[in-house]
């Protein structure tokens, strides 16, 4: 197994393995570790099948089924993602997002399976939080720490998230259950159980407010996290490849599907999964 980091920052691309062989016990300690190195992770030429995504979604945690967007029987869990080559709408996570932080309790990561990618576009970008938080300056820091975000799923009614209409659900299954649209609080500094790492956790999806101040007062605060949250230093851009797998830190990072391939046809596959809990993160900081 030979690790490539993909910046400086965040990402690397793992070769050197076939996913589709039994796992050793060193080679899922090595794949945890990776993750919580790099927090994500792109390994090509996998090509898995549904039963063996699952099989490799276990070694990070349980598949979890997403409330808003379920795949089909046999496999729940399993949310196929399809834009067709003539689609002229958005993407599925369009818009910087961290994957259903309007759960009362997230996923703490996702796999995704690249089924048909276009010969160029269609990338996916992430940004390391924990890199963010740690050149946040000193006075923001004091505001957010110990401090709780209300997050919330109303169909992107946070006002500045991206528009309904820009965010295509082809695959997926449109959200309609008014419990999404409960305010929920998770904390806005989280830290990593294993590296003991602080990392912001908010997103300009889902974030509506801080604890203890109204959207309104709330919001130039928010937009200048938002802002930097995803500064280019931060954050690495993986071109995708048919059979490619990543694997994301769903509590340390944010990511963006980039709409950028109307004329052909892009097919993914996608499961997250239930490892660490957010309280994790959290008792680990209150520690």
Not at 249 to 256: E, I, L
């Amino acid at each position: 197994m030979k690790v490539s980091p993909i910046t400086g920052t965040i990402g690397a691309v793992i070769s050197g393995i076939d996913l589709r062989s039994p796992y050793s016990s060193h080679l899922i300690s090595d794949l945890r570790s990776a993750l919580d190195q790099y927090l994500v992770v792109a390994i090509p030429d996998q090509h898995l099948d549904s039963e063996q995504q699952l099989q490799l979604c276990e070694v990070f945690g349980a598949p979890i089924v997403n409330p808003y967007a379920p795949g089909t029987m046999p496999h729940p869990e399993l949310t196929t993602i399809i834009k067709e080559a003539d689609d002229q709408a958005g993407v599925f996570g369009g818009g910087w997002h961290t994957d259903l932080s309007l759960l009362e309790e997230p996923p703490s990561g996702s796999l995704l399976c690249a089924i048909e990618v276009p010969p160029y576009g269609g990338d996916t970008l992430f940004s390391n939080q924990q890199a963010a938080w740690a050149s946040l300056p000193q006075p923001l820091k004091d505001l957010l720490s110990d401090r709780k975000i209300i997050q919330v799923g109303k169909p992107y009614g946070v006002k500045w998230a991206p528009p309904l209409e820009e965010q295509s659900m082809r695959g997926a299954t449109r959200r309609n259950d008014p419990d999404a649209d409960r305010e929920r609080l998770h904390p806005a500094v989280l830290t990593h159980p294993v590296t003991g790492r602080e990392g912001l956790y908010l997103n300009p999806t889902y974030a509506l407010r801080l604890e203890g101040l109204s959207e309104a007062d709330s919001r130039p605060i928010l937009d200048t996290l938002f802002q930097h949250a995803t500064l280019p230093e931060f954050c690495c851009r993986l071109r995708w490849s048919p059979g490619m797998i990543a694997i994301w830190d769903n509590f340390s990072t944010q990511h963006y599907a980039v709409n950028d391939y109307f004329g052909f046809r892009r097919e993914m596959r996608r499961v997250s999964f239930s490892g660490h809990s957010i309280r994790d993160y959290s008792l680990q900081r209150l520690a």
